[in-house]
């Protein structure tokens, strides 16, 4: 009799989501699909709101990453009046984009998928969490509280709040950096280069007893998608569009970002509220197994590793070789997301210290003024998770006709979902289920760091709800987690 087994809701990411298992006669898993569950309806709302609103609204869709919104958002605005924006606000987006992605990197690797890989997978679930972390680990859990503010306190600074800025503007930026604001930031690099640094060598160390675990989550081939310089070099902020397959040919280059639509379709699929991009070349995949000829692709960490030729900073260029060694070049398991935002976080250090040594860093020419010049436009940026892309059609008084938002939750639909699926038939025989095994599939997402809603999320740990549900609808098995 054929089964399903509902893991409900999906704990330690941010937003609401469950799995089904589904079991075949013989006790085994056939399948498993990620339901994103909850309906937000940004986009619509947005319409008949003038664009200049867009990056102060935008940002409130996520409390974790409103920077990204906010940066992708503006930068749509600067392209609807048509303005290259002063150099100084550019040094500075940067800048508090990559503070993002130091927090948010930070909170997903210490916080949300620390409990995983420094308590075990195995652990008292009661335990497992970040006061568990706390009471275990409290050096590296302080670290990471640090790590994390470190970032937060940039875009404070910037911005005048950690979360939901609304500083960026279409034609810059609204705000300087004051002198005390650069001593300040200066003044928390060592420490926060000492912690990341410490973090990349104790998570080596785990690679040895988690090797089972890099081998199959989601560990198989793909594309990956992200934006690279000119050169070729790391990119967080602007740049052209790269794909390389899983074996780093690169299929795809100086793809201009504003043009997505050519390249990147997107489907809705019906048990979930999350879009399901693909490359549009190589077709949406057909369920057939020939993932390397289908369009899934992958963004985020792991796939601006893979798709750039160096970052361009010498300590993440060294964590880079060392990183690429450990997958022959690309790197295809998405267990090395948590690697690769360890290196992230690395580099973003290392170019905030170089923004900040910029004389120009501290300019007051921030803005460019000008009239509506374009009716239709896209901002891309690249958020903690992936690329994100805002396309904005606008009437002649600038209110918002239609907006798409792609972001890269989305983008890794697909490939989470594979994983799922890859984890479930690798661990789990029949329909008793350790605890520990279905954590293993829930860490499978929480590599990808899934940002669904994303505004809030629970401390500690959320009711996990098991269902084991026979082919005509029974519920045989229930297991619930407090």
Request: hydrophobic content about 40%; aromatic content about 8%; some cysteine.
């Amino acid at each position: 009799m054929s089964q399903k087994i509902i893991i409900d809701p999906v704990t330690r990411i941010e937003g609401h989501a469950k799995i089904s298992i589904y079991l075949d006669d013989t006790g085994q898993v056939s399948d498993a699909r990620f339901h994103v569950t909850e309906f937000r309806g940004f986009e619509k709302f947005c319409e008949g709101r003038p664009f200049w609103e867009m990056p102060g609204i935008t940002a409130r869709i996520c409390g974790i990453c409103p920077v990204s919104h906010l940066l992708a958002s503006a930068k749509a605005g600067d392209r609807l009046l048509s303005v290259t924006i002063p150099k100084t606000a550019e040094k500075l987006r940067r800048l508090m984009n990559l503070g993002q992605i130091v927090q948010s990197h930070a909170l997903s690797f210490f916080h949300l998928s620390g409990p995983d890989l420094l308590l075990g997978m195995d652990s008292d679930p009661q335990k497992r969490n970040v006061f568990g972390l706390i009471a275990a680990e409290p050096e590296i859990a302080r670290g990471g509280i640090r790590l994390r503010q470190f970032g937060q306190e940039i875009i404070e600074i910037l911005g005048g709040r950690k979360i939901h800025p609304s500083w960026a503007v279409p034609g810059g930026v609204r705000e300087p950096l004051s002198a005390e604001g650069r001593a300040h930031i200066q003044s928390r690099i060592p420490e926060a280069r000492e912690t990341v640094i410490n973090a990349l060598g104790m998570f080596k160390k785990l690679l040895e007893p988690y090797e089972k675990e890099a081998q199959t989550f989601g560990n198989f081939p793909s594309l990956f998608m992200g934006l690279v310089t000119p050169e070729g070099l790391w990119e967080n902020y602007d740049g052209n569009l790269r794909f390389v397959d899983s074996d780093g040919n690169i299929i795809a280059d100086k793809l201009d970002p504003s043009r997505y639509y050519e390249f990147i379709g997107e489907i809705v699929q019906p048990d979930s509220y999350l879009k399901s991009p693909y490359y549009r070349p190589l077709g949406f995949p057909n369920g057939n197994g020939n993932q390397s000829e289908s369009g899934m692709y992958r963004v985020g960490p792991l796939a601006r590793l893979n798709v750039c030729s160096h970052i361009g900073t010498p300590l993440a260029d060294a964590e880079l070789k060392e990183f690429r060694d450990k997958g022959k070049g690309t790197v295809t398991s998405s267990f090395f997301y948590h690697y690769a935002r360890l290196i992230e976080i690395l580099a973003s250090i290392e170019r905030i210290e170089i923004l900040l040594d910029d004389p120009d860093i501290l300019s007051t020419r921030l803005r460019a003024d000008a009239g509506i010049n374009q009716l239709e436009t896209v901002g891309v940026s690249e958020a903690p998770r992936g690329t994100l892309f805002h396309f904005y059609q606008i009437d002649e008084d600038g209110l918002i006709q239609k907006a798409n938002l792609i972001i890269a939750t989305g983008q890794n639909n697909l490939a989470m979902n594979r994983t799922v699926a890859q984890i479930a038939k690798h661990f789990i025989h029949g329909p008793e289920i350790p605890e520990g095994m279905l954590n293993r599939v829930e860490a499978g997402i929480r590599a990808f760091d899934p940002c669904l809603s994303c505004s809030t999320h629970a401390v500690g740990q959320m009711p996990l709800h098991i269902e084991l549900v026979g082919v005509d609808g029974t519920v045989v098995k229930e297991v619930w987690r407090d």
